[in-house]
């Protein structure tokens, strides 16, 4: 029985895509619920509210601490009306929520999201260009959300579309520079060439802008960690995917409290339902490639002392240790989307020119002078 | 007019102080724990936040609250309307239907002048104004602190003569919640009527 699937495996590899496609679906599908009903316990608790503790397994009495309520949630919107209003541009309209979140789901494509399960690396696409495949992935999320306030013929989405798209060219440079010190460090080609263990196959054949090379790179300890060395890049890095994602202080597409609900004021049911679930697919992929790049991926340094084997801080040799790297990700992407939440009820909305001021003023130069000082640095050593 | 902007330091034009600071007052409000005075006397022993639980938690109802109207009893037990339909005749909405007992004039008890057949409160069509409460020679009917009113159909907010007897019940709530002076007896037949004759000079 066995030996027949690893046959089918083996003659369709086609399938193990497949299949990790699926699982990372059905992993990322209840974390958007649950990063839902985590802003609002969050925010609830921050405003001194309790926030959603009723609903718990259906059928029953037994309240959990309210974790059926994305259930719920989900059920009402399926629910709802799908309400057309008249005078949209129809296929706009419909295209425009699903344009806005597909690229949050084909994000975690190239997102090392474990080390190995059994011979299997713990990735859907191991790409060489992953970080630049990403880049041009999450940038058209944007589309959706201009779409949307096009196709709504209606003020205040149409008025959240002008800021969205005013707001991705002011952000998106100054992401992209800030990324290029880590890769200045981590593709250096000395370091990998004398791997050993589990990481040399890990590596086989993986080109320098591949982000496992990343996640190899911080494995050592925890001060290789890319936020201890490049400590201006992660912070740039942090705001943009907060403008990336939309979440407040840069929420302007949305911004209910001035445009209604912004590009998806005309949405309703289901398709509302899609723009919010892509925004938190957008949030999570944010988080993970955060993770990805500054915090050392699925390693968890814990010293010689903690871990002499390297456990947590090698690819897994079992499939115990797989899943454990697996959980150590899920747990540091967790902890980013608890700071994007708690965020979200700290700081006022920025105008859209002082995020434009920001993006083009502030952290285009600083990236750039940190792409300097990085090769200088870098130089000096060598 | 010119308003003049504050001129910003360096540190504080770079954010973080204020970041700091967002950090420290959420987290300030996310762990406190403290209830609201509102609820403090009732509540008091466990820590929540300012959120009434609404259905375990309800709001003391004040005094003279007009809730759902209901029938109450005298303090022996006994049904006190008399069916004389005065609330029915005065009822804005028309919530209230009485069938009166007719010739023969059934009653439930010895010495007993005359009582409904059936006394009907559609819930659903009281406005809670309290003239039945007002006009009610018997003192039979009051509007007590009742305020969720629930029902699966429209037929379960029928309220009929038995439902509002026993909710309205013999217990001195209508008394107490309609008391002017505090003191808490028995609801007695003609006793604020006869407080009132007494008051008057040419009483004997």
């Not at chain 2, 259905?55 to 609250?65: D, L, Q």
């Not at chain 2, 217990?171 to 037949?189: C, F, L, N, P």
Request: charged share 20%.
């Amino acid at each position: 029985m066995l030996s027949f699937v690893t046959e089918i495996f083996v003659n369709y590899p086609w399938l193990i895509v497949l299949v990790k496609v699926l699982g990372v679906f059905a992993v990322i599908m209840p974390m958007v619920a649950y990063s839902v009903m985590a802003e609002r316990r969050i925010s609830a608790l921050i405003q001194d509210r309790i926030g959603p503790n009723r609903v718990g397994i259906p059928f029953t009495k037994v309240k959990i601490l309210g974790l059926g309520q994305p259930l719920a949630d989900g059920l009402k919107s399926f629910l709802k009306e799908d309400f057309t209003p008249a005078y949209v541009k129809r296929i706009f309209f419909w295209m425009a929520p699903a344009v806005s979140m597909i690229p949050s789901f084909v994000v975690f494509a190239v997102i090392p999201f474990g080390s190995f399960m059994g011979a299997q690396k713990m990735v859907i696409a191991d790409l060489n260009v992953g970080i630049l495949f990403t880049f041009g992935i999450v940038s058209l999320g944007v589309y959706g959300i201009v779409l949307a306030g096009y196709a709504s013929n209606s003020k205040y989405p149409f008025l959240g579309g002008i800021r969205s798209s005013a707001q991705m060219i002011s952000y998106e440079i100054a992401m992209g520079m800030a990324v290029v010190p880590v890769f200045m460090l981590a593709a250096d080609s000395a370091w990998q060439s004398n791997l050993t263990g589990t990481w040399k196959d890990y590596l086989d054949g993986v080109g320098l802008l591949n982000l496992s090379s990343v996640v190899a790179y911080q494995s050592d300890s925890l001060f290789s960690w890319m936020v201890f060395k490049q400590p201006i890049a992660f912070c740039i890095f942090l705001i943009a995917i907060f403008a990336e994602t939309n979440r407040l202080p840069f929420d302007m597409p949305e911004s209910e409290t001035e445009l209604v609900a912004g590009y998806n004021t005309e949405y309703s049911s289901m398709r509302f339902a899609l723009f919010f679930m892509g925004e938190y697919a957008a949030m999570i992929a944010g988080s993970a490639l955060m993770v990805v790049l500054f915090c050392g991926g699925w390693t968890l340094p814990l010293g010689v002392t903690l871990d002499p084997n390297g456990y947590f801080s090698t690819p897994a040799s079992s499939v115990i240790q797989g899943v454990l790297h697996m959980l150590v990700f899920i747990a540091k992407i967790a902890v980013f989307l608890v700071l994007m939440i708690w965020v979200r009820w700290m700081l006022p909305r920025f105008r859209y020119d002082q995020l434009m001021n920001i993006g083009w003023k502030r952290f285009l130069p600083v990236s750039l002078a940190n792409i300097i000082l990085t090769a200088v640095v870098l130089w000096i050593i060598a | 007019m010119k308003v003049e902007r504050a001129k910003l330091t360096w540190l504080e034009r770079l954010y973080i102080p204020s970041i700091l600071n967002g950090f420290k007052v959420t987290l300030r409000h996310f762990f406190s724990w403290k209830r609201s005075e509102v609820y403090a006397e009732k509540q008091s022993g466990y820590a929540a936040k300012l959120t009434m639980q609404y259905p375990e938690e309800k709001w003391p109802v004040p005094n003279g609250y007009r809730g759902a109207p209901y029938l109450v009893k005298d303090e022996d037990k006994n049904t006190k309307c008399v069916s004389c339909q005065l609330c029915e005749f005065v009822c804005p909405p028309k919530a209230i239907r009485i069938t009166p007992p007719g010739q023969s004039g059934e009653v439930d008890r010895e010495g007993a002048e005359k009582m409904p057949k059936e006394f009907d409160i559609n819930m659903l069509r009281c406005i809670y104004c309290g003239f039945c409460q007002e006009v009610c020679p018997e003192e039979a009917i009051y509007l007590l602190k009742d305020y969720a009113i629930t029902g699966e159909k429209r037929e379960d907010l029928i309220y009929n003569k038995e439902k509002l007897l026993s909710l309205g019940g013999k217990d001195k709530r209508a008394y107490d919640h309609h008391s002017q002076d505090g003191v808490t007896e028995g609801i007695k037949k003609w006793e604020k009527k006869t407080k009132e004759a007494k008051a008057q000079p040419e009483f004997h």
